[in-house]
Each structure stands twice: as C-alpha cells, then as structure tokens.
C-alpha cells in the first residue's frame, strides 16, 4: 500500500528478508513455497489483498467498490473480496459462474463487455446480477427481449468521455476510435441514453466510463467528472432525467519497480468526489452515488511469481538469464511492454550485480520477462528467483503456449500456505483433445 503519496512497495507489506538471503512472504520462506509448490509458481497474500480492498473501501466509505475479475479471479479470491464487502466487476459468463458458485452475493455482481454473448446476458438475467453495463446500442433491445415480463434490469451505460489515459495504447479506452463504449463526442451515447429510457424494462440507474489502465495520476479522473457530469447536465436538460450512480471504473496504477508512481486511494478519495460534488452543484444536479472499479490495483502487488533458472547464456553483449515460466505465464512484457523488479531469492549472493535479461522457456526471441534488470554475477541454473508485482492480469491472461501448462497458486498468510490453483499437467492439456 502507498505509505508515501505517489510511491509504492513493490513486494507484499508481509515481506521480510531472512538471514539466508531468502525472503519470506506471508511469512513463509520463498525456498520452502518453491519447494513444496514446484516452479513456476504464484503466491498471493491474502492479508495483502484484504488491505487493498480495505483501502479503498475506507477511502471511499459512500461509494461502491467494485473489483475488477479480469484481473485475477480464484474462489478464495472471490471470498475474501466478498467479505471486505466490495461488489465485483466481471466481463464473461466464465468469471459470472466462478463467482455464483463461489456464493458471491449476485445483486453486488456488474456484469461489462463489448461483446456479450447471449450466453452472458441470459446467464446474468437469470442468476439476478445487480447492473448490467450497457457498452453498445445493439445491446440494448437484446437485453431488454430477455428481461421476464413485470420486471426491470437495472442498467448503467458506458459512454466514451475523450479522455486519454492508460499506459499503453492497449490499454486505453477513455477515447473514441477504441472497441469499448459509446462515445459523446459523436452523439452516440446519447442516442443510446434515449433508447434506454425508452425501454420499459431496463432501469437507467446511471452512466459508466473507464479510462484505462495502470493510470498513474489523478487529473484524467477529474476531467472524466467534469465531463460525465456536462453530460448529465445535458441530459437531465432533453430527458428531465437524473440518475441515482456513477460508474467511473478502474485503471489505478501500481508500481512494478521502485520509484515507479502508483495511485493512492487517499488521494483520489480527496480529489474525484469533491470535483463531482462541486460540478454537480454547478449543473445543479444530485450528487450521484460513485462506483469505482480496482482490479490490478487489489490483486498486483498481492501476488508473487517464483522461478527456476534452467539456463545462462551469454549472446553478444548480452547475458540471458532464461527460466521455467515464461510470456504463457505473463505475456504483459510482450504485450505492452511492461518492466518488471527479478530479484535472486533462496540464497545469499556477494556476487556484484550485472545487468541481465530474464527470458522464458518459449519458443519465441520476445519471450521476454524482463528486459535489462541487475542479478549478482553468479546467478547460475538451480537458482531461485522472485518477481513481484505479480497477481495481477498474470495468471488471469496465462495460456498453455508450447503446451507448458499454467503454474499453481498458492495462498499465503501468518506462516501458512495453501494450495488454491493446481498446476496444468499434460495430462489436463492432452485430456481436452478429444479429436484423431
Ligand atoms: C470496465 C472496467 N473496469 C475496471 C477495470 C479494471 O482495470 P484495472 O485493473 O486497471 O483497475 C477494467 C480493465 O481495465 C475495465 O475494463
Ligand atoms: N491486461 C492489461 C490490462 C487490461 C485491463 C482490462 N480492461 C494489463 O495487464 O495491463
């Protein structure tokens, strides 16, 4: 958690450096879990993940907090976001299900998505999911052909304010000329909030926008408000409608390396609902109820990925480090970019530091998990290594590439660790070919 505006830890708050050189996490030596768990693997910290939430939560007692699934979604995961009482984001019937079955409370379930399947609507009708978030006009008539007779689906609507944040162009969407929502600059957003009205059996609660993600500053919240608010000014001025919720997403960054910005929950809580309150004093509007939507947030830094070093390679001037994992466990370094803190764990190293590439196993040059880091001089097979930051759009996004199955999770807390995801055999992975 930032202890200091605009700066994070990169490693869980329950680590600690031991006098082997290892460091334990949740109490637990990071050797020990290795051992016990096999590499790959992942560890979350439950007690990390419960303060995240808790952090929001208490920086934003009015709102709803809602964690974004996409991120990382287990059923212990769900459980614990379910009991620091945060409602939960979530983009396909996969993650609907997980949830339902894991006896999250539906009514606190938001069901996204660009694209929903029939499948996705008829299942978030039926199991009674609180708000469906409206992304596109074709959806609507859909939606409200499945809605029972005599009843309402509450509904938000994802509009497009123009405002460009996020930090990768993957990963931005508070713009036109991206996949998600309705933008305003164009009218279709609009258009869409007329045809809702218009349907009896969708409930307009209120309108959504999410910016992107790993946002480091505040500033393009802020003018979301001022623009989400312009809008409902606008609408409440055609429709004689005002809404009761705002939906503003998610997107808060986090740090990856040291020094690296993050957003602190704080600070948000003290800048965007003031903005909102002032703005709708100014259009004379109620104040809506806020919803915000953490998912790296919560789940990153909670997580750590462990890896066994099977090689060292010098190639030209560069020395690669090339481990059992690789992009089909954290394809983000290939994806986006994305820099990463390695450090040696298990043991002691005097060594001085060189700058190395930590590569995975694949069968791909940009197999890459990080470019350029620092690891002592006699890093060599057998080693342990750590990389945290990890719990986030890691396992989440994680696919059997080169048929090397995903890695096991495990939770860790007080000096106890447990098993939450087993690891994918090839037995998994010959299992689903049911073909020849
Ligand atoms: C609608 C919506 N809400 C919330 C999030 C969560 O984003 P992040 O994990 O960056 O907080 C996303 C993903 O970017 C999203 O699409
Ligand atoms: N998968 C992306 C974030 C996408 C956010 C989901 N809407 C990442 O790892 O940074």
Redesign the pocket.
Known sequence: MPREPGRAPVWPASTHPLPSGDLAVGGIALAELADRFGTPCYLIDEDEVRARARAWRGALPEADIAYAG?AFLSRAMIRWIEEEGLHLDVCSVGELDLAAHAGFPTERIVLHGNAKSPVDLSTALRLGVGRVVIDGTGEIARLAALVPPGARQKVLIRVVPGVEAGAHAA?RTGMEGQKFGLPVAGGEAEEAIARVLGQPRLQLVGLHCHLG??IASLSPYVTAVRRMTELLARVRDVHGVTFPELGLGGGFAIAYRDGEPAIDPAAYAERVPAELTARCAEYGLPVPRLSVEP??WIAGPAGVALYRVLAVKKSGARVFVAVDGGMSDNP?PAL?G?RYTVRLVGRSSDAPAHTVTVVGRHCEAGDILAEEVPLPADVRPGDLLAVPAAG??QLS?AAPYNLVGRPPLAAVSAGRARLLLRRETAEDLRSRDVGA
């Open positions: 996409k990963v993600s790993q998912g790296r983000r986006y994305a986030a759009y996004m």
